[in-house]
T-cell receptor, first 113, second 114 residues
Framework: GQQLNQSPQSMFIQEGEDVSMNCTSSSIFNTWLWYKQDPGEGPVLLIALYKAGELTSNGRLTAQFGITRKDSFLNISASIPSDVGIYFCAGREGTGTASKLTFGTGTRLQVTL | NAGVTQTPKFQVLKTGQSMTLQCAQDMNHEYMSWYRQDPGMGLRLIHYSVGAGITDQGEVPNGYNVSRSTTEDFPLRLLSAAPSQTSVYFC?????????????FGSGTQLSVL
C-alpha cells in the first residue's frame, strides 16, 4: 500500500527553537491531518486541513495544506519539552465511506533543555 | 469518559498461539478500526467496521479476524500467531464511517510473538 514520505525522520532541537516538518505523497488528498503520539499512547489529532493552500493554527502549531494537494507542512514555534513525541501526517483520498486514510512514517521529535 | 479502551497493554505469545485483543468505546461511535504500527512505517489498517454486524478488510488483514456484535466492542483475533505479527496494535473509533479526522485512538497493545 501507499505510504506518505515524512521528513525528517527524527530531530533533536533545543528548547525555544522552531521546528518544521513535512509530508509528501504521489497522490492527491482531500484532507491532511497531523497527529502527535506520546510514548505509550495512541495518536491524538492536532490539526485537520481541508482545502489546498489552507493554513491552520493550534496554539504554537501551524500546518499548511500544500497547493498541489500532494504535500503538507507542520511548524512548531518556540518548542518546549512536552513537544517531545512522534508526529504523524495522514492524508485522505476519496470521500465518504469509500475514502482511505494513509499515515506517514512519522517524525520523532526530541527537545533538549 | 473512558473513550477507547484497549486490553491488554502488553502480551507475549508463542508462535501458533491464538489470542484476542479487546477494544471497547463508550462514545457510541459507529466506526471502529484496528491498526498496526511497526518501526519506520506508518499506521496500517487491518480491519474496520462501520456499524454492528458489518466488518471489512483493510490494508493488511491476513492472519486476523474481527467481529462487531455490538456498537461498543470490536475485538481483534489472531488465529495462529506468527513472529511477523509482533507489533503495536491500536484500536480507533469515530462518530461516522467517513469522518476520519475525528478518529479517537486507544493507548495500544504491544504484542510480541516469539
Amino acid at each position: 500500500g501507499q505510504q506518505l514520505n515524512q521528513s525528517p525522520q527524527s530531530m533533536f532541537i533545543q528548547e525555544g527553537e522552531d521546528v518544521s516538518m513535512n509530508c509528501t505523497s504521489s497522490s492527491i488528498f482531500n484532507t491532511w491531518l497531523w497527529y502527535k503520539q506520546d510514548p505509550g499512547e495512541g495518536p491524538v489529532l492536532l490539526i485537520a486541513l481541508y482545502k489546498a493552500g489552507e493554513l491552520t493554527s493550534n496554539g504554537r502549531l501551524t500546518a499548511q495544506f500544500g497547493i498541489t494537494r500532494k504535500d503538507s507542512f507542520l511548524n512548531i514555534s518556540a518548542s518546549i519539552p512536552s513537544d517531545v513525541g512522534i508526529y504523524f501526517c495522514a492524508g485522505r483520498e476519496g470521500t465518504g465511506t469509500a475514502s482511505k486514510l494513509t499515515f506517514g512514517t512519522g517524525t520523532r521529535l526530541q527537545v533538549t533543555l | 469518559n473512558a473513550g477507547v479502551t484497549q486490553t491488554p497493554k502488553f502480551q507475549v505469545l508463542k508462535t501458533g498461539q491464538s489470542m484476542t485483543l479487546q477494544c471497547a468505546q463508550d462514545m457510541n461511535h459507529e466506526y471502529m478500526s484496528w491498526y498496526r504500527q511497526d518501526p519506520g512505517m506508518g499506521l496500517r489498517l487491518i480491519h474496520y467496521s462501520v456499524g454492528a454486524g458489518i466488518t471489512d478488510q483493510g490494508e493488511v488483514p491476513n492472519g486476523y479476524n474481527v467481529s462487531r456484535s455490538t456498537t461498543e466492542d470490536f475485538p481483534l483475533r489472531l488465529l495462529s500467531a506468527a513472529p511477523s505479527q509482533t507489533s503495536v496494535y491500536f484500536c480507533a473509533s469515530s462518530r461516522q464511517g467517513g469522518v476520519w479526522e475525528k478518529l479517537f485512538f486507544g493507548s495500544g497493545t504491544q504484542l510480541s510473538v516469539l
